[in-house]
């Protein structure tokens, strides 16, 4: 797998012909990319946009049901997206944590779900302003990766994984973590998968998000342990979009 990223999450956000020029204009500018590039656009279009991907764009759902098919209605399973050819799905995001009540568990269930059906889980951790503030980041994130991820996943499932940091209060904010709280945090991480995994973690993606835009990519891609990012706000826009996976493209190509 390659270490250097950039995801973008669309959330709730285009109509379908929306998606469908935003998908064929990221598809286009991938083909060269050292980065690889993944977009979560909403659910209801995954099966159309896959067919305009192209072999270079990987597909990634936003979410995905806690248990196996059954009687569980509005939901879709890991495995139903495996059969439209999406590849990674995101799990743990903050805005299912805070506003659909997904706790540790849940999360825990999805990522087994995700890695059971032979896809890459995009687990996201991070901290709120409070906890940050006083003084908990480290433990919370520890306690997040410790129940969503080392709980779940054995040695050769973990490789499938990546990690995506996104402090709750850079996120859709226009509050970007500095570089250096990144990069603290981003350390601590890899140091928490090396202890948990082993030297997988020096091959292990580690994201930033939360904010980041074309104008604050390059400076966050470029500490040692912020391995790419995953986009909001400015996956939504084409230009934007493929000028952060350029920032990230020319961080790698200078080392
Ligand atoms: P943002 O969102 O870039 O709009 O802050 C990031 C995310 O929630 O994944």
Known sequence: ???????????????????????????EATGDTESQVIIAPP???????????????????????AY????????????????????????????????????????AAKVHQ???????????????????????HMNVVKRQLQKGFFDVLDAAKAADVIIAYEPVWAIGTGRTASAT?????HLFIRQWVHEAYGQM??????????????????ELFSQPDVDGGLIGGASLNAADFISIIKANDKWITAN
């Not at 279009?45 to 979410?63: M, T």
Request: contains cysteine; charged residues 20%; proline residues 3%.
């Open 1 to 27: 797998m390659n270490r250097n990223v950039v995801a973008g999450n669309w959330k709730s956000n285009t109509g379908f012909n929306e998606a469908k020029s935003l998908t064929r204009a990221i598809a």
């Open 114 to 136: 995700v890695s059971a059906a032979g896809l890459h889980p995009i687990i996201c951790v991070g901290e709120s302003l409070e906890e940050r503030e006083s003084g908990e």
């Open 43 to 65: 659910a209801p279009y995954l099966a159309a946009l896959k067919e305009l991907c192209g072999a270079a764009l990987a597909l990634a759902a936003q979410n995905c049901s």
């Open 181 to 185: 709280q990144a990069q603290e945090m």
């Open 201 to 218: 973690a020096d091959r292990m993606p580690i994201l930033y998000g939360g904010s980041v835009k074309p104008e604050n990519a390059e």
């Open 68 to 107: 196996d098919m059954g009687a569980y209605t509005g939901e879709h399973t890991a495995q139903m997206l495996a059969d439209v050819g999406v590849s990674h799905v995101i799990v743990g995001h903050s805005e299912r944590r805070q506003l659909y009540g997904e706790t540790d568990e849940v999360v």
